[in-house]
T-cell receptor, first 113, second 111 residues
Framework: KAGVTQTPRYLIKTRGQQVTLSCSPI?????VSWYQQTPGQGLQFLFE???????NKGNFPGRFSGRQFSNSRSEMNVSTLELGDSALYLC????????????FGPGTRLTVT | GQNIDQPTEMTATEGAIVQINCTYQ??????LFWYQQHAGEAPTFLSY????GLEEKGRFSSFLSRSKGYSYLLLKELQMKDSASYLC????????????FGGGTRVLVKP
């Protein structure tokens, strides 16, 4: 099976802009989670979508949002970008029927200038 | 809060054994995960503990004690390719899919 794919792999945006990142899970996986990774804060959970519904949510401001489509592909959106949003954004998918390990995609490296 | 603590860095010799400890403070979680992350790459799953005790997977073993708030990852017969960061994570929330990660332990394997 193909792994988790994320597009784009690299992105440069300016403060105040918005950005949309895309994630395609492993075929058959219905759960997609998003994480932000920075050198200072480490790997932090953003949110998880399952069957097109947000099932779990982290402690990020409302500027961070997401959605999931009927084919389980997911997008996350960050509005009004800030310099501190520069990070590696990782998505992960899991087979909700178990085992429960999450399979991570290669990530999108976002730089905000 | 979860307060997941891991040592920042460890150094070991090729062929040796290294134990990476993870302590946490939380009232409940579904399971405890260990991931490996090489520099510039995505994390990859290593091990998962739901019940107390030892889980063995080849050269890697993980132990959990819920009453002590403690887990460890044991890496045996260290190889140079094991140089990476090792992340401890608690699975919480619905279906345990909300992973809360520790800061990670960078392991350097020397010849």
């Amino acid at each position: 099976k193909a792994g988790v794919t994320q597009t784009p792999r690299y992105l440069i945006k300016t403060r105040g802009q918005q950005v949309t990142l895309s994630c395609s899970p492993i075929s058959g996986h219905r759960s997609v989670s998003w994480y932000q990774q920075t050198p200072g804060q480490g790997l932090q959970f953003l949110f998880e979508y399952f069957s097109e519904t947000q099932r779990n949510k982290g402690n990020f401001p409302g500027r961070f949002s997401g959605r999931q489509f009927s084919n389980s592909r997911s997008e996350m959106n960050v509005s009004t970008l800030e310099l501190g949003d520069s990070a590696l954004y990782l998505c992960a998918s899991t087979d909700d029927r178990g085992p429960y390990e999450q399979y991570f995609g290669p990530g999108t490296r976002l730089t905000v200038t | 809060g979860q307060n997941i603590d891991q040592p920042t860095e460890m150094t070991a010799t090729e062929g040796a054994i290294v134990q990476i400890n993870c302590t946490y403070q939380t009232s409940g979680f579904n399971g405890l995960f260990w991931y490996q992350q090489h520099a510039g790459e995505a994390p990859t799953f290593l091990s998962y503990n739901v019940l107390d005790g030892l889980e063995e997977k080849g050269r890697f073993s993980s132990f959990l004690s819920r009453s002590k708030g403690y887990s460890y990852l044991l890496l045996k017969e260290l190889q140079m390719k094991d140089s990476a960061s090792y992340l401890c994570a608690l699975g919480e929330g619905a279906a345990g899919n909300k992973l809360t990660f520790g800061g990670g332990t960078r392991v350097l394997v020397k010849p």
